[in-house]
């Protein structure tokens, strides 16, 4: 049960009502902040009405706040990347980012900024290990990703904070893992593409708890986030064993993925391996480095 306390902090989470904001929430809240959700659905106690396309916004609570993480973006994974689809992708990001960079005067008890951004931003090169000084790529994503941080610096003129390059987030309720989880469950999983392409992954407990470190300790700049980086194979086999079912099914073609999500499947065909020294160097110590660790903190019973 948490209790928020008046000595604490206040924060404000942009795209509060999704899969991270709503871990973040809770992982706040347990140590005593109070926290508001920007959406453009307010529902509950706690909600604040926005809709960066209108550049409208409640203004009420904005004299409260501390701490302004921005989360807020279309999902990249749940649709077809139609034209228009791209379109919305790109733009949820950058208006509602640059609609924050205009309210920023109207908190001016603002500490500190988290604008959230993705590790698919560098060249499709396998074989090297990209770290935060390596130039973006020219793909989609990596396009999204230069312009959202092009975006949040015009935040971070006018307040401390960082960009966090998100890897692909491990919970136990939603996201990624519950896709790869359901073929498994049902007998029919298998690796994708050719099985050796990596991807970094951080354990939704070390993404909070690196949240609430950037802002303990201001600290300032991109950094990649992920605990490792893990091949499909390797994520694939470790899932099978801790849900316990066996895989039998050959990997699924690259061609076959590519016929069924169209553009979208280089979110799990592309090969990236990232590095996390810079986020390491500040004093951050991740809990999760191994697929094994995140898997048995979600499967593990008794
Ligand atoms: N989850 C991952 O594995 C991962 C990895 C790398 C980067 N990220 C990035 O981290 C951020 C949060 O991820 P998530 O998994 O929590 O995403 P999510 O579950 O899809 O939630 C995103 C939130 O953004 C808001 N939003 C969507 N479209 C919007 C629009 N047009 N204008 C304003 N707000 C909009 C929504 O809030 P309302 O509908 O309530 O307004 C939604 O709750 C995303 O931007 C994502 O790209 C996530």
């Not at 298998?190 to 949240?211: E, M, N, Y």
Request: proline share 4%; net charge positive.
């Amino acid at each position: 049960m948490s209790t928020v306390r008046d000595d604490m902090p206040t924060v404000l989470i942009a795209g509060g009502s999704g899969l991270i904001g709503g871990h973040l929430t809770r992982h706040f809240k347990d140590r005593g902040f109070r926290v508001y959700k920007l959406t453009r659905k307010p529902t509950k106690h706690g909600h604040i009405f926005w809709d960066p396309s209108q550049e409208k916004i409640s203004t009420s609570k904005l004299a409260k706040i501390d701490v302004l993480i921005n989360l807020a973006g279309e999902n990249i994974g749940s649709k077809r990347w139609t034209t228009t689809r791209k379109a919305q992708i790109l733009a949820s990001r950058i208006e509602s980012t640059e609609f924050l960079a205009t309210v920023i005067g109207q908190m001016p008890n603002l500490k500190y900024y988290i604008g959230a951004s993705g590790v698919n931003c560098y060249q499709n090169l396998s074989g090297k290990t990209f770290s935060e000084e390596d130039a973006y790529g020219s793909d989609f994503l990596a396009t999204v990703v230069k312009e959202w941080e092009a975006a949040h610096q015009r935040v971070l003129s006018q307040v401390p904070g960082s960009v966090l390059r998100i890897s692909m987030v491990l919970s136990r309720h939603g996201g990624s893992l519950q896709l790869m989880k359901q073929p498994i469950y049902w007998g029919l999983g298998a690796a994708v593409g050719p099985g050796t392409q990596s991807s970094p992954w951080v354990h939704i407990d070390d993404l909070c708890r690196l949240v609430l470190f950037a802002y303990d300790q201001r600290i300032e700049g991109t950094y990649n986030v992920l605990g490792a980086n893990a091949t499909n194979i390797e994520m694939t086999t470790r899932l099978a064993k801790w849900l316990k079912r066996p895989l039998f099914m050959p990997n699924i073609p690259a061609i076959v993925l590519r016929f069924l999500l169209g553009e979208r499947a280089i979110l799990v065909l592309a090969d990236l391996k990232a590095s996390n020294q810079k986020v390491k160097d500040t004093g951050f110590t991740f809990k999760y480095t191994s697929l094994d660790s995140a898997f048995k903190s979600f499967f593990k019973r008794g």
